[in-house]
Structures are given as C-alpha cells and as structure tokens.
C-alpha cells in the first residue's frame, strides 16, 4: 500500500457485549487502515484482578514507512498514540509509543514480509469506551487512524472465558500475555503446516475444580466444519494454547468457538472469534468459488466459465498461466501483481460489505479492487442536506469516484466518475 488518505473518515468498528457473561465481542475488528500508513489493528478483552484489561494489537510492515537511509543501512519510525474516550468524550486512558523499523538492504525497505507486532493495554472499570489508534510516519508526516466502539465490563463470578487471542506459529521475542509468540493481528493464516495457534483464559473456578473444553470451527454460514470433543481439561487463572489443523479448510472466513464443558459434559459457556484462511496457492478443486470471485473484475466471461467448468488438473494450468502472463517479474519467485491484487481483494471484501452483499461486489469494493487505494477520499457523513457521500481521488490518472449512500444502511453506490 504506496497510498496516502489525506483526508480520509476514520474506519469505525463496532464493538459489542454479550450480555450472558462478561466478555467482549469485537465483530468490527480486526481492521485495516486502506492508505498510507497502512496498518491494522485488533483487540482482546482478559482480566487482570481487580480490572479487565484491553489488549490492543498493532501491525505494521516495512512497507507502510518512510526509509532514510543511515550508516548502518536504513530505518524508518513512527509514533503509535492510543486513547481511551468514556461516553462523554472524557480521555479514560491513553499513551504514545515508539516505533522504529529497521533494514540492511534497500528491497528490505518495501518488503510486505518484514513487520512488526506492537502491543498496548489498558486497565478499565465496566463502560463503554471509543478506542482511537492513531500512526503517524515521522518522516513523511503521513498520518492514519482507526477508530472503534468498544464496552468492557467486569468478568462476573460465574466461570467465564476469556476473548481469543490469534497468534502467530512463528516464535518471537518480547513480554506478551503468550510469551515467545505475537499476535495475529490480521486472524489470517496462509502456511497448512502451522495451523490456527490460539490462546484463552478461564476465570472463576473454583480451587480443584476443573472444566472441559471443545472447540468447533464453522463456516460464513454456519455450518460445522471441524470440531474437537477431547482437549485437555483446564483450571482457571491459567493461560491455555490450542491448535486447529487448517489442511481440510478452503481459503475464506470461519468462526472458532469454545465451550467449557462441566463433568456430565454440558456446556457452561461459550465464545467465538473469526479468522481467516489466505494461502497464497489455492486447492483448486474446492476453492472454485473463491478463485472465481478473485478473477472477476480481470478475466473475461469466457475464461471464468471455462475455468469453473474444467476438472481439476485443467483448472489449476489454467489458473498458473493466467497469473504467469500477468508477472511483471517472470524471473523471481514472487508475482507481484498476483500478491497486490489479491491483496486489494480481500481487504475490499472485509471492509466494504453491504447488507448481505459481500464487499468485493460493491461498488467501493470493485473500484478498490481495480484502482488501488485513493490518495484521498472527501467523506460527508453528518450533512443536514445531503445522503452520506465519499469522493475518492486518484492523482495518477486524474479520475474522481462519487460513491451516494442512498439508503442509509452503508450500500454505496458509484454515481459519478469524473
């Protein structure tokens, strides 16, 4: 993401309580900033006696930043303020910190691969809040901001879980709630081999008590797809890992629940967070949906049908040499165009759905998916006289998109291009 929103209206994420115990549900997050700085953010909800705390996860990649060159090679810094409001707007918590990214080599400086996972928390009594993330580059003095609602309340004496934290199979260095490991910030896993790592705590057991636990693993629609009846048992006040094997899973959105089962085998409580399937190779004879959908907008009609009609082994040729006619760099491993395209895709299918319609087929979507980016959008959400109405800018090539929210119900619709 080499694009700058100027002016862009911070992306609100809606975060809602389940009112059966006191645990926090964050169906907005986690969320992407679309411009530059890019950067995305999630959150998780734990107790640390006598509060609930908020983690809040940031990460960044080399990518996002500014490099100067050094001495030693190149670095790139940030600062990361995080600000908790009360509903009256009064500043609950905040802090700013740091962040410094560094490369030896030039192409490391725009690597997607190289990033960084910083994490911040706060202490809050029962209420509810706004969290504010604001990055702001101190070279290019480019600035972004994600925002979301957010209610923590006290975890109550019944036996009660803790929110999900995704994490990353990768070892890495650093104080965290799940030492030797960070946060998943995206919940997206692409490598079969390492599975869904996760993390949760148990609070209010009693002293020698113990509880059963079960995960089950179900698709956008609901429908069970994996499930596991025979973890270990657990005792509250302790951390606990689990793993879901990802190899049977296409690539696309599913949601992880955990129950604590009590000795005759009856669920006591429950909670669920979504992640995300991404492998960069698709299983061809089960994503057909999936990979249909990534070509729509860049492959004609005839293609498509032949591509969804063929069996498997004539699909996947069909598939390699479509991206390999694309490559801008047929001489290195990497597929430029195939790994920015994609990328465009499923960032507009998380962040512009509409209703029902799924957000790589809307307008805002498909314009995002062809064009990138804005380098700036103009948002009207509070005229007296006027629907909500963003206008997104695009410098290189001169054009003007007008997306009208006719409804009110955030279904944006293109009706101007200039």
């Known amino acids: 993401m080499n694009r700058w929103l100027r002016h862009a209206l911070p992306i609100l994420c809606i975060v809602t309580l389940w009112s059966g115990g006191a645990r926090c549900q964050y169906d907005g997050l986690p969320s992407c900033h679309p411009g530059t700085p890019f950067y995305c953010v999630d959150a998780a909800c734990f107790r640390e006696a006598p509060s609930s705390i908020l983690e809040i996860y940031l990460g960044l990649c080399n990518e996002s930043l500014q490099f100067l060159k050094t001495a030693d090679g190149y670095c790139a810094s940030a600062d990361v303020t995080a600000v908790l409001y009360d509903r009256s707007g009064k500043q609950l918590a905040g802090d700013t910190y740091r962040v410094r990214l560094s490369a030896s080599r030039y192409d490391e400086t725009t690597s997607v691969d190289s990033c960084k996972t910083l994490t911040m928390s706060f202490k809050a009594p029962p209420g509810e809040y706004r969290l504010a993330v604001t990055l702001a580059d101190r070279d290019s003095r480019r600035k972004s901001v994600i925002e979301a609602l957010t209610e923590v309340m006290d975890f109550g004496e019944s036996p009660v879980l803790s929110d999900i934290g ?71 006040g302790e951390g606990h890992f689990g793993r879901v094997p990802m190899d049977t899973l296409s690539n696309g959105w599913y949601l992880l629940e955990l129950a604590l089962l009590d000795d005759t085998g009856g669920q006591v409580v429950s909670r669920s967070r979504g992640f995300e399937i991404n492998r960069e190779e698709f299983y061809l004879g089960r994503d057909v949906r999936d990979a249909v959908a990534i070509l729509t907008y860049i492959a004609g009609g005839g293609f498509i049908d032949s591509f969804a009609d063929a069996d498997v082994e004539e699909r996947k040729r069909m598939w390699e040499q479509f991206w390999r006619e694309k490559d801008p760099t047929p001489a290195t491993p990497r597929n430029e165009y195939y790994d920015e395209h994609v990328k465009r895709f499923r960032y507009a299918d998380m962040n512009f759905a509409a209703g029902v319609t799924e957000g790589w087929r809307t307008d805002r979507g498909r314009i995002y998916i062809l064009e990138g980016p804005p380098d700036e959008i103009e948002s009207y959400s509070m005229e007296i006289d006027r629907n909500p109405t963003e206008v997104w800018f695009y410098f290189d090539n001169g054009r003007r998109y007008v997306f009208v929210d006719e409804t009110g119900f955030g279904d944006y619709v293109l009706v101007d291009i200039r």
């Open 166 to 236: 995704f994490i990353m199979a990768e070892e890495s260095p650093g104080k965290s709630r799940w030492p030797g490991y960070q946060a998943n910030v995206r919940r997206s896993y692409g490598k079969v081999d390492e599975g869904i790592l996760f993390y949760y705590e148990v609070y209010n057991v009693a002293e020698g008590d113990s509880l059963g636990v079960t995960y089950t693993v179900k698709d956008v629609e609901g429908g069970v797809v994996q499930s596991d009846t025979d973890l270990v048992a657990t005792v509250a």
